[in-house]
Nanobody, 112 residues
Framework: QVQLVESGGGLVQPGGSLRLSCAAS????????MGWYRQPPGKQRELVAR???????NYADSVKGRFTISRDNAKNTVHLQMNSLKPEDTAVYYC??????WGQGTQVTVSS
């Protein structure tokens, strides 16, 4: 089984930046899709960003231009760089891997 562990969440002010990391217990070199989802309280989980093994990325419209997803296959790690954070970005962020693997989630709170 694969374990995904997120880190980097926390409390930031609007306009601030945060970098999330997802460490996988196994190689992600051949993994087709790695991604980040988020779930605000009372709302459904939604896609934030995804990246394929070939480096192709997709972003939710709400985060385009502000968030960047990347993968470091050598370190079995996926990152989500979040800039210009807004209060509506507040949510629990989950790492995803092809095969329906999920991390435990990390809380991101954007508040002044």
């Amino acid at each position: 089984q694969v374990q995904l562990v997120e880190s980097g969440g926390g409390l930031v002010q609007p306009g601030g930046s945060l970098r999330l990391s997802c460490a996988a217990s196994r190689s992600i070199f051949s993994v087709k899709v790695m991604g980040w989802y988020r779930q605000p309280p009372g709302k459904q989980r939604e896609l934030v960003a995804r990246i394929t093994s070939g480096g192709r990325t997709n972003y939710a419209d709400s985060v385009k231009g502000r968030f960047t997803i990347s993968r470091d296959n050598a370190k079995n790690t996926v990152h989500l760089q979040m800039n210009s954070l807004k209060p509506e970005d507040t949510a629990v962020y989950y790492c995803y891997m092809t095969g329906d693997y999920w991390g435990q989630g990390t809380q991101v709170t954007v508040s002044s």
